[in-house]
């Protein structure tokens, strides 16, 4: 069946250091996929997303390409902040056409020290 | 706009108790998902519901796990009786996404944090 494999975390850095999360995908078929952040005590939150193969997904100076070549989909930002301090779950849509389901990855604690 | 409303936000409670979970979805969403949380299992979907409709249960751990649409707008999460392994954080999302359409986004309440002594 379809699948997520996220990095194991935390992931700790400096402020202004590159990040990168690692995620990569088994499905059948072409789904889209998607990177979700959840803040200390909150729900998820969209943060980007790509529906098909060399798309690249962007906002708040993350970005994540859909490379259907090695199946992943990772996450990278340029210059952390400590307000970037979250949790990062990669997912991908089911592909088999019915409604939004979404399958997660495990999730990847990010913290950032100033 | 309000988004997904959940409550409890927190539940404590003793093993063996019923416990009902609730959340209002975003007005004009369709499509209502109920998510739990655990360290150890990460985020699984339990059922989603598509026009009041449940689509997929197969999440659902047992019988002792139920879960309504009543209406468009409302749905409940019903364990009972509940135990310790129940002990999590649930969240509901809604999507304005069709029977046909993948790739939405979901949006997520604040989540229910049960714990089950």
């Known amino acids: 069946g379809n699948s997520v494999t996220q990095m194991e975390g935390p992931v700790t850095l400096s402020e202004e250091a590159f990040l990168t999360i690692n995620c990569t995908y088994t499905?059948?078929?072409?789904?889209?996929l998607f990177w979700y952040v959840q803040y200390p005590g909150e729900g998820l939150q969209l943060l980007l997303k790509a529906t098909k193969a060399d798309d690249k997904g962007s906002n708040k100076g993350f970005e994540a390409t859909y490379r259907k070549e090695t199946t992943s989909f990772h996450l990278e930002k340029g210059s952390v902040q400590v307000s970037d301090s979250a949790v990062y779950f990669c997912?991908?849509?089911?592909?088999?056409?019915?409604?939004?389901?979404?399958?997660f990855g495990q999730g990847t604690t990010l913290q950032v020290k100033p | 706009d309000a988004g997904v409303i959940q409550s409890p936000r927190h539940e404590v409670t003793e093993m063996g108790q019923e416990v009902t979970l609730r959340c209002k979805l975003i007005?004009?969403?369709?499509?209502l998902f109920w998510y739990r949380q655990t360290m150890m299992r990460g985020l699984e979907l339990l059922i989603y519901f598509n026009n009041n409709v449940p689509i997929d249960d197969s999440g659902m751990p047992e019988d002792r796990f139920s879960a309504k649409m009543p209406n468009a707008s409302f749905s409940t999460l019903k364990i009972q009786p509940s135990e310790p392994r129940d002990s999590a954080v649930y969240f509901c999302a809604s999507s304005p996404s069709g029977t046909r359409i993948i790739g939405g986004e979901l949006f997520f309440g604040e989540g229910s944090r049960l714990t089950v002594l």
């Open positions: 007005s004009g969403h369709n499509s």
């Open positions: 499905a059948t078929g072409y789904p889209s």
């Open positions: 997912a991908l849509s089911d592909s088999s056409g019915n409604t939004g389901k979404l399958i």
